[in-house]
């Protein structure tokens, strides 16, 4: 998550440059060949353009909201993760009678929410974090799940014994969940918890089972292909046939103007249709990249800051100080 005031101009280009080149060439070839080798029957009607460019205006706008819901969605369900882990530590350290075994609850979440970001940054075949534009951008930046794995971040807050079955397990977070579910059962049996306080973990338990779905929901199921396919189809198409669209309406303009100008107005198609064209392929590029809110691209959904925050304040619930804050990355990139 960029938590600048906003991504710079210079920036912005670098990040689209390849587009630019590509959008270069096929701005000059037709220009060249009607103004150069004669070929004026290339120019199309400018309202199959037209046409074409609400058409296209509306899929890309289609997408951006789509994948901005999805933003949208993941951030709130961590938010709730966030809002609910510290209810989990303020239960911990009020209804279980023995403090270190408080401590144990509150470590295993800890835990489950290692285990979750590990998951949520798993790579999938649909995401773009590869990509030759995302991969350059990511040398901005560090993500903290690639940089550690989840093995050692257990290892800090589970004994031996229980990290081995979670490395093992199919599904590692709700593996945590269970081992909690069952820690609980053992402090009811115990008398460290009343009949009324277990019941409050168990639902607690259960609601951290939904997040978890919501959140896996979000990172297993891709933004529809055929929607992503199809309107990047569409621009690519815009993009190519605006040169042709525009030469037409260009060179009537020829006979409006004087001096240097008159008889040159095709060449100002180059320009003009390049600013077009990358409007739209960045608008589309723009969705590309925010409809994986966890992949680990700039514009995520920042969950490893989330759980940092989070293990901050239960620590304060025990009176223990908190954790070294990561240091910020000078892009203004928060993972």
């Known amino acids: 998550m960029h938590t600048g005031k906003s991504y710079k101009l210079p920036e912005f280009l670098l990040w689209t440059r390849r587009s630019i080149y590509v959008l270069l060439l096929l701005t000059v070839i037709p220009v060249v060949l009607y103004e150069v080798v004669g070929l ?39 938010s709730q993760i966030a809002s609910s882990s510290r209810i989990w530590g303020a239960m911990c350290r009020d209804l279980v009678a023995d403090p270190a075994r408080a401590r144990s609850l509150m470590d295993r979440h800890l835990a489950w929410l290692a285990a979750l970001r590990h998951q949520m940054r798993e790579v999938k075949p649909w995401e773009n974090a590869d990509k030759a534009y995302n991969a350059e951008y990511l040398r901005l930046y560090t993500i903290p ?7 050692s971040e257990l290892a800090r807050y589970l004994p031996c014994d229980e990290v081995a079955p979670i490395l093992n397990s199919r599904s590692k977070a709700l593996q945590v969940l269970g081992l909690q579910s069952r820690a609980t059962k053992a402090m009811l049996a115990d008398g460290q918890l009343t009949m009324a306080g277990f019941t409050d973990m168990q639902k607690s338990i259960r609601d951290f089972q939904d997040l978890q779905g919501r959140s896996e929901r979000i990172k297993n199921f891709p933004y ?20 042709f669209g525009m030469i037409g309406e260009f060179e009537r303009l020829n006979d409006v103007v004087d001096g240097w100008a008159r008889g040159h107005m095709v060449w100002f198609v180059i320009p003009l249709s390049l600013l077009i064209c990358w409007m739209y392929t960045s608008l589309d590029q723009v969705g590309e ?21 989070v293990e901050n304040d239960l620590r304060e619930l025990l009176g223990e100080a908190p954790i070294a804050a990561a240091a910020q990355a000078e892009s203004d990139i928060v993972m």
């Open 40 to 78: 004026t029957w290339l120019a199309i009607p400018w309202g199959v353009v037209f046409l074409l460019g609400a058409t296209v205006a509306l899929s890309a706008g289609f997408k951006n909201v789509q994948t901005y819901n999805r933003t949208q969605d993941a951030q709130q369900v961590w």
């Open 145 to 151: 799940e690639r940089e550690r794995s989840l093995e």
């Open 224 to 243: 529809p292909r055929q929607h992503a396919f199809i309107n990047t189809l569409f621009v690519r198409i815009l993009c190519v046939l605006l040169p």
């Open 289 to 309: 990249s925010t409809e994986n809110p966890f992949e680990g691209g700039a514009n995520d959904v920042p969950i490893s800051q989330i759980c940092e925050d």
